[in-house]
């Protein structure tokens, strides 16, 4: 037997194996395009493609911050840019609070409990929304040095004093 016919079954497997992906991925599409309510969009499976990069593996810096009513454990946070940063949250508080920062350049993503969620909310770039007790995760690999204000979006916390310095080298 000549070698180019021992080739052929594979070829012919290979074939189709393709049109076999082909046709599974045409189902896909169909699929996806015939209930708007499952469609996934863009943005969300980009969100989750920086989630799954920033949480994998430990942290350059890890910093904790816990909430009381109406009080953040400390006012200033310190990080470096370029670093991956984990910011333990934890809500020690009996009311609901969050660690917002209204603008951060880089890559940012939010765990609360065993999910990542949605890291961006309103206006705000950073938001770590915690129900009383609960506790949660945000990553961050800030892409500029700078002093960005983080604060909870409470209507009256941040005017009461929950308010910080987040500085990035
Ligand atoms: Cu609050």
Request: proline share 5%.
């Amino acid at each position: 037997m000549q070698p180019v016919q021992k080739e052929r079954p594979m070829r012919r497997m290979t074939r189709f194996l393709m049109m076999a992906a082909v046709a599974s991925l045409a189902v896909a599409v169909t699929a996806c395009s015939g209930s708007e309510a499952t469609h996934t969009k863009p943005e969300d499976a980009a969100r989750a493609a920086v989630a799954a990069a920033l949480f994998t593996g430990p942290a350059g810096q890890s910093l904790s911050l816990e909430m009381t009513d109406l009080k953040f454990s400390t006012p200033a946070l310190a990080a470096k840019s370029g670093e991956l940063v984990e910011v333990a949250l934890a809500n020690k508080g009996s009311i609901e609070h969050d660690f917002s920062i209204a603008k951060l350049p880089g890559e940012k993503a939010l765990r609360v409990g065993d999910r990542d969620t949605d890291v961006a909310k309103g206006n705000n770039e950073v938001h770590a929304h915690l129900r009383a007790g609960q506790t949660g995760v945000v990553r961050m690999r800030v892409s500029s040095p700078g002093a960005y204000e983080f604060f909870c979006t409470v209507p009256g916390h941040k005017e009461a004093g929950m308010k910080g310095t987040f500085t990035v080298q």
